[in-house]
């Protein structure tokens, strides 16, 4: 196979190369939105990758053109051997980055910076501690506010995630952005997304529009500032003039972002996920461990994405829980 053959090209011409690897499915919070109550059945420790295997994959798929690569989980900070793999992960040609709950950052910090790593996404969802306890079914909001302050004075270049839910946290909207008029942070609202066992309920949306007309009411629409997209944009961007930060709204349920996907998931267990929404996934692990040709597998996997979220291309076909239920949780995918 030729250099060139080796890219991974869908079969609509998107181009793939961020590659987001979970490296765990247990986690210190637990989410309303990303997981059930009573946990999710977690794979034999046998079958999660190692750290070496995890390293093999990052040159495997830098090898096919990845240039970013973000760490996630569950909550990546659990791994026992973490700065391992991240120390093996920051010798490649890429941008490494990380998604943390934030809990376990200060002790973690010292290393990240010594890595070099300057991108941190940060998920925060309210700025309450009774709501944050109702949301993450656990304790620990002072010490996230403490670790969030934390990063912003190191120099970290943050992106605070906040999913917002109608009931829990919806009108907090203004109050995440008023924490960018003063500070270079870039909040990301994000819109609240069916996995299995999530209770997802289009009722407790709150949608992109929803969110704007709450920003347009409190900031005025003069106020409001659109910025450029960027190439395979995440998330559609916005300031409030004369703030320092800025924010954006990542809409994957009423105004995806899939026609500049430029995604691809490796699961804590080792599978390839082509899409967030994909319930097919390929057993790459296994292939390796076999020492199968693990790149033709990729290449089949991209090249077979579909369109628009897996397939679930209006708003219908993904509020139906036959579809969307078939997926794993999202703490088994990592975002
Ligand atoms: N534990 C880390 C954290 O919370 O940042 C990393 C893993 S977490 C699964 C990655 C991201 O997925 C978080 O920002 C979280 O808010 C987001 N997420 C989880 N479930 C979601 C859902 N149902 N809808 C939208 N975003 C979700
Ligand atoms: Fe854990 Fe992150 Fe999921 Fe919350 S969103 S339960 S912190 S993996």
């Not at 051997?81 to 093996?88: G, K, N, P, S």
Request: charged share 25%; proline share 3%; with cysteine.
């Amino acid at each position: 196979m030729t250099e060139q053959t080796k890219v991974m090209i869908d079969k609509f011409g998107r181009t793939h190369d961020y590659l987001r690897i979970s490296l765990i499915e247990k986690c210190n919070l637990r989410c309303t939105y990303c997981m059930p109550e009573h946990g999710i059945p977690l794979s034999p420790a046998k079958e999660l990758m190692t750290a070496e295997e995890i390293g093999k994959f990052a040159e495997i798929f830098v090898g096919m053109g990845v240039k970013k690569i973000r760490l996630t989980g569950g909550e990546p900070f659990l791994r026992k051997d973490f700065e391992a793999i991240a120390t093996a992960l920051a010798a490649f040609p890429v941008e490494l980055s990380i998604t943390t709950n934030g809990i376990l950052l200060d002790r973690n910090l010292p290393f990240l910076k010594s890595l070099g790593i300057k991108h941190l996404n940060f998920s925060l969802d309210t700025l309450q501690e009774d709501r944050f306890a109702a949301m993450t079914r656990r304790t620990g909001f002072q010490k996230t506010m403490e670790n969030l302050n934390l990063a912003i004075q190191e120099g970290f270049n943050l992106k605070i995630n906040c999913v917002l839910m109608k009931g829990d946290n919806a009108d907090e909207v203004a109050d995440f952005i008023r924490l960018t008029k003063n500070l270079p942070i870039s909040v990301r609202f994000i819109e609240f997304m069916p996995f299995d066992g999530n209770k997802w309920n289009k009722s407790k949306l709150v949608s992109e529009a929803e969110i704007l007309a709450a920003v347009e009411k409190e900031f005025g629409k003069e106020s409001l500032i659109s910025l450029p997209d960027e190439k395979n944009l995440t998330a559609r961007k916005f300031k409030i003039a004369g703030h320092q930060g800025e924010f954006g709204i990542i809409s994957s349920v009423t105004n995806p972002f899939c026609g500049t996907c430029n995604r691809i998931r490796l699961t804590a267990n080792g599978r390839i996920k082509n899409c967030l929404f994909s319930n097919r996934e390929t057993d790459l692990l296994k292939v390796m461990r076999e020492g199968g040709n693990v790149e033709e597998l990729i290449l089949e996997s991209i090249y077979h994405k579909k369109a628009v979220r897996a397939g679930m291309d209006d708003l219908e076909k993904l509020s139906d829980p036959d579809l969307h239920s078939q997926n794993r949780s999202m703490i088994a995918i990592g975002g």
